[in-house]
């Protein structure tokens, strides 16, 4: 089993920034295939980063250029840093781990005032 804890998410005004971090325990291989999706109010579930299992990152495009995806072996966690929020950025945001199966943490609650 593996779990997911989600952490630092806020409410924060448009062009600010924040950094959300996902500690992972269990049996987790390593920070690789560590990534962050986010849900807004009635949209799906979707990727905003994640790191490869060969330790490549993936971007949404909405984020590139904006949000940082990056992660710390010896603690097992994972970050997201977030710069330039904009409105549209709201949304719980959800920490995944893949390895055979999906792994979800409850996420975390990111709003973004306009």
């Known amino acids: 089993q593996v779990q997911l804890v989600e952490s630092g998410g806020g409410l924060v005004q448009a062009g600010g920034s924040l950094r959300l971090s996902c500690a992972a325990s269990?049996?987790?291989?390593?920070?690789?295939?560590l990534g962050w999706y986010r849900q807004a109010p009635g949209k799906q579930r979707e990727l905003v980063a994640r790191i490869t299992n060969v330790g490549d990152t993936l971007y949404a495009d909405s984020v590139k250029g904006r949000f940082t995806i990056s992660g710390d072996n010896a603690k097992n966690t994972v970050y997201l840093q977030m710069n330039s929020l904009k409105p549209d950025d709201t949304a719980v945001y959800y920490c995944?781990?893949?390895?055979?199966?999906?792994?979800w943490g409850k996420g975390t609650l990111v709003t973004v005032s306009s």
């Open positions: 269990g049996s987790i291989k390593s920070i690789n295939s």
């Open positions: 995944n781990y893949f390895w055979l199966r999906d792994y």
